[in-house]
């Protein structure tokens, strides 16, 4: 027992070492993993560290532009603008993770099955995935969730479906290249059962270039479900998100309240920022020919 | 008409400036062969591209000196490097595949080059084109004009970049490695072309090689270079016959050829006994009838045509032949990775030829088979640690508990002599010859009674060679495995092996003990491929 979790331990510090030098190496991954953390902490806190109720309404302080004690400024409803921004984080980020883990999973298990395979599975597959590629993504999603209802998790099922095609197509291309890789004929010399040679020995070397996707899609994810909220699908008002704040405040601009769009929107954009700077570090991290 | 003295070329990279070759100085006469040796990381390859001036932005090239007739290759401009390259200069590369543009006709490409150069005008490059390709030997020139490098094998794309090559009639060739990864047989027709074309045309040469045999066949003089340094140089006759450096030695020593045997491969301090084998009566492996037909959508291809043979225990048998012969096919069949069409296998006496491969993993006979795969780099998972990699088949293939299993991974280490400190790290953090080893501990963790040996050595230095063709040997004697060895290459099966079987086609044309096929071969094939192995001059004194 002594042994084995000071081998745990090796294992953990030479993954800290790894991911310390990964970071030294490149400055914007730097960059990335620190706003990566800035949101987790604004995700997992924000609601206790906000100075105002996202949904207390003041009509007394309605419109007020960004000042010292409202520093986005607040709503036209007097709801204070940097709670609802920093509340709205949680969601945002739920949604977009979600999403992605969802078409992770369904999109690796159905690329794997027909990369190694192939035949006809990987022609019925294929195609089917091709036909969801043909639709404009957005009106898909758009369709999906006014058909399943006007829910969050309908937006989460929306949001997964249209991404499964590009991680089943990234997965099946990588895993029809390793095939025949010599490392796979030694994993069968080796007594290994088809399913656990796709398990252990593909799959996982899949990992690398699809973190670059799944990095990526997490930003793209979010894009989707605050463009699903801006035109009134998906989260419904008060609750704060940030497309919806966005589409509000949108009316407000052209009488002069520009803070009320300019500030989720910069959240937004700030966001789908990190996961795509947050790429290169993701596919390092997970590539073992990176480590020292 | 060269001269070079003192290049260094350094990398910079992001651990800092690497030198990759440093402070060499040499000279080439006009109508010379020129042979580099060295073995992979020694600089070879990236003297020749200094002399090109085509490497990465990263290289910084620093020489006293680097003249080529009157021209500073050092410090000529871009616009000038690019007028020398191709007319002056020219340049075959490695991998003849590679090197050709795929989606154009190779006519077309040729045609780029003398236009290029100005050696052709739009009405006559065609036809300058086809005569080029003439010029290297190219049956129906006229018709490979319109050719895809894909149609064409990989000695005809190796000529066509010779065509490209010396289309506009260049002073200088320097030629990299240009007959890695062709047949033996291909290997010298494209060597004899090369040195006929040449002679014929009055041209120097700068040959990159690492194989010592093929540069002393070819070369006037010899460099030998050892991580970025010139360790020796002199005539082809006397660097062969007496070495003076002690890496030269080893190389020399090193090179597998017909009158040496495999302990002198050796350095002599590093020479233990040999442990003489044991063959026994009992045969472990008969094949019969054996066939193998591919089904493809454009007809099916008899990749295996009925063939028989018989491996003792303790046996070590070779499978030599050309690519394509069918010897990876009947190599995959026998390690049941895929299935025969026709015949039978008997292993042990028990016919395995009706167990479907899909299911062999479960049957106790797999961990019997085992194999060592031809690349030790692809052959190795990249997330699995060596140690993982070696415990791989006892955790699916025994019921050891954790420590048993750890106890036989250090075990086969021991055996295969891979530094028990080497365990944790992954294959890219290992070298060619540690990987080597970790493949053939993993196939030796379950002591199998037949090893299948697929070209182990192909990728490897020679003296890494050496030592790894010594391990198996010792192997064999200490466990009693009987051998499989596929290779290409004769003079490494006649080392190892006590009896060898000839294929061709699918077909097995000779099969007989060692000595006799290698002394006396009946058919005129067995003898091609004999004479087409690389005879380097005989040493004075074999030790």
């Known amino acids: ?292 | 008409m060269l001269s070079v003295q003192n290049l260094n070329v350094k990398f910079n990279t992001r651990k800092g400036l690497v030198e990759a070759v440093r402070d060499i100085s040499f000279n080439l006469k006009k109508g010379e062969i020129l042979g580099i040796v060295g073995e992979s990381g020694s600089g070879k390859s990236v003297t020749s591209y200094a002399l090109m001036r085509i490497l990465d932005n990263t290289g910084l090239i620093r020489a006293n000196k680097m003249i080529y007739s009157g021209i500073d290759l050092d410090n000529a401009s871009e616009k000038l490097m690019m007028d020398i390259r191709g007319r002056e200069v020219s340049m075959i590369f490695q991998n003849p595949r590679t090197s050709l543009n795929p989606i154009r006709k190779i006519g077309v490409q040729i045609e780029d080059v003398l236009r290029r150069h100005s050696r052709a005008t739009r009405y006559n490059a065609k036809q300058k084109a086809i005569e080029a390709l003439r010029a290297v030997k190219i049956k129906d020139p006229e018709n490979r004009y319109y050719s895809y490098p894909y149609q064409l094998s990989g000695g005809m794309c190796q000529r066509v970049v010779c065509a490209i090559a010396l289309a506009c009639d260049p002073k200088l060739l320097i030629a990299d490695e240009p007959t890695t990864g062709l047949d033996i047989t291909t290997q010298k027709a494209v060597m004899d072309l090369i040195k006929d074309l040449i002679l014929s045309r009055n041209m120097s040469s700068i040959f990159i090689t690492h194989d010592l045999g093929l540069a002393s066949e070819y070369c006037d003089r010899i460099i030998v270079m050892k991580d970025g340094s010139i360790v020796e140089k002199g005539v082809t006759k006397n660097i062969f016959t007496y070495p003076k450096h002690p890496y030269t030695q080893k190389l020399v020593n090193a090179t597998p050829r017909p009158e040496k045997n495999i302990r002198s491969l050796l350095p002599p301090q590093v020479k233990n006994h040999e442990v003489k084998h044991v063959i026994q009566d009992h045969t472990i492996l008969e094949v019969k009838n054996l066939s193998k037909l591919y089904k493809g959508q454009f007809g099916s291809i008899q990749a295996v045509k009925s063939i028989s043979f018989k491996i003792k225990k303790g046996e070590c048998v070779g499978l030599v032949g050309e690519s394509g012969c069918g010897k990876s096919t009947t190599s995959a069949i026998l390690s049941r990775l895929i299935d025969a069409s026709e015949g039978q296998i008997f292993f042990d006496k028990k016919d395995i030829s009706m167990l479907p491969s899909k299911n062999f993993s479960k049957n106790p006979i797999r961990s019997h088979i085992q194999m060592v795969f031809q690349d030790p780099t692809e052959s190795l998972n990249p997330r699995y640690t060596a140690k993982q990699s070696i415990s791989d088949p006892l955790k699916n293939l025994t019921n050891m508990n954790n420590d048993e299993i750890n106890t036989k991974v250090i075990e086969a280490s021991n055996l295969v002599g891979l530094p028990l400190n080497l365990l944790d790290r992954l294959p890219h953090q290992l070298s060619g010859g540690q990987k080597a080893r970790v493949g053939i501990a993993r196939a030796i963790a379950l002591s199998p009674k037949l090893l299948i040996l697929d070209e182990p050595t192909a990728s490897l230095d020679v003296s890494i060679q050496a030592v790894i063709l010594n391990l198996l040997v010792d192997l064999r004697a200490k466990l009693g495995m009987s051998y499989l060895f596929v290779s290409h290459d004769l003079n490494v099966v006649q080392l190892l092996c006590d009896y060898i079987i000839v294929m061709k086609e699918g077909v097995i044309i000779e099969q007989g003990k060692s000595n006799q096929i290698i002394s006396n071969p009946k058919e005129s094939y067995t003898r091609l491929l004999l004479e087409a192995s690389p005879k380097p001059p005989k040493l004075p004194n074999v030790p």
């Open chain 1, 1 to 292: 027992m002594i042994i084995s979790s000071s081998i745990n331990n090796i294992k953990e510090s030479k993954f800290i070492n790894h991911f310390i030098s990964i970071l030294k190496e490149n400055p914007i991954t730097f960059l990335a993993f620190l706003m990566l953390f800035f949101f987790m902490i604004t995700a997992i806190l924000g609601p206790y560290l906000v100075p105002y109720d996202p949904l207390e309404t003041n009509a007394k302080i309605a419109l007020q532009p960004p000042s010292i004690e409202h520093l986005f400024g607040t709503d036209n409803l007097g709801r204070d603008v940097f709670s609802r921004v920093i509340v709205a984080t949680r969601l945002d980020l739920t949604i977009s993770v979600l999403a992605v883990l969802i078409s992770f999973i369904i999109g690796s298990f159905l690329g794997t099955l027909a990369g190694y395979w192939g035949g006809w599975l990987d022609i019925f597959l294929s195609r089917i995935l091709d036909t969801i590629m043909a639709f404009p993504l957005f009106v898909l999603a758009m369709g999906i969730v006014a058909a399943l209802g006007n829910t969050i998790e309908n937006i989460i099922y929306a949001t997964a479906i249209i991404n499964i095609p590009f991680y089943a197509r990234l997965v099946r291309a990588e895993v029809n290249i390793r095939r025949e890789a010599s490392f796979v004929h030694a994993a069968k010399m080796a007594g290994n059962s088809e399913f656990k040679i796709l398990a252990i020995h593909i799959f996982p070397n899949t990992l690398p270039p699809m973190m670059v996707q799944v990095s990526l899609n997490l930003g793209w994810a979010i894009l989707n479900a605050a463009g699903l909220s801006f035109i009134g699908l998906g989260v419904r008002p008060p609750t704060p998100e940030w497309g919806i704040m966005v589409a509000e405040g949108a009316n407000f601009i052209i009488s002069g309240e520009w803070w009320l769009a300019l500030f989720p929107g910069l959240w937004l954009m700030l966001a789908v920022l990190t996961f795509n700077l947050l790429g290169d570090g993701l596919r390092d991290i997970f590539d073992p020919r990176k480590r020292a």
